[in-house]
């Protein structure tokens, strides 16, 4: 099965910095790569996903990249702001059904 | 989006006993439910996929007669855990899909004294 490793498992950034979450992928046929936050205790939300047939996708101030090839994806949060923190979790699935998660990103964002 | 709610969002129940949580879809019809469980500070674990009138498919090491899933209809599915001990207190989380994105219920939260 599919097998998705998340780095780093804890991010400290300053308000204003960018913040980067890496993820790798074990199975070239999966092809939709969605990223959630979640707050403690509460429902992980999508905040943006991508699909294989795109390499960038942009919205406000996060981005997510996709190389296929060497099957990683990135999130990239810029300017973050307090209410940033939370964990972030990637995951990766093929044809939109089953989602493999990697093992979540605890963002903390300084004042 | 679409919502997706759980009941109860708490419970507490004590061994031996059995408990179940609902999952439905608000103002969708969800063909497919699935089922996660999420220990503190760990990522969501897949248990098992739930098809409207079909028998659910267990993730592997997943005991399918201590987590019965039940998909009765379109909006609403149920995980019964029975004969519950104090290791399957966790935090229980369904989703649903609508074509392309899987909404997630608020989790329900079980403790078993």
């Known amino acids: 099965g599919e097998n998705v490793e998340q780095h780093p498992s804890t991010l400290s950034v300053q308000e204003g910095d960018s913040a980067v979450i890496k993820c790798t992928y074990s199975?070239?046929?999966?092809?939709?790569f969605p990223w959630y936050k979640q707050e403690l205790g509460k429902r992980p939300q999508l905040i943006i996903d991508i699909r294989s047939n795109v390499g960038e996708k942009k919205d406000q101030r996060i981005a997510v990249t996709l190389n296929k090839t060497a099957k990683h994806f990135s999130l990239h949060i810029t300017e973050t702001q307090p209410e940033d923190s939370a964990v972030y979790f990637c995951a990766a699935s093929m044809n939109d059904y089953k989602l493999s998660f990697g093992a979540g990103t605890t963002v903390t964002v300084r004042a | 989006g679409a919502v997706v709610s759980q009941h109860p969002s708490r419970v507490i129940c004590k061994s031996g006993t059995s408990v179940k949580i609902e999952c439905r879809s608000l103002d969708f019809q969800a063909t497919t439910m699935f089922w996660y469980r999420q220990f503190p500070k760990k990522s969501l674990m897949l248990m098992a996929t739930s098809n409207e009138g079909s028998k659910a498919t267990y993730e592997q090491g997943v005991e399918k007669d201590k987590f019965l899933i039940n998909h009765a209809s379109l909006t609403l599915s149920t995980l019964t855990v029975t004969s519950a001990h104090p290791e399957d207190s966790s935090f229980y989380i369904c989703?649903?899909?609508?074509?392309?994105?899987?909404?997630f219920g608020p989790g329900t939260r079980l403790t078993v004294t």
């Open positions: 199975d070239s046929a999966s092809n939709y």
């Open positions: 989703s649903g899909q609508e074509r392309y994105e899987q909404y």
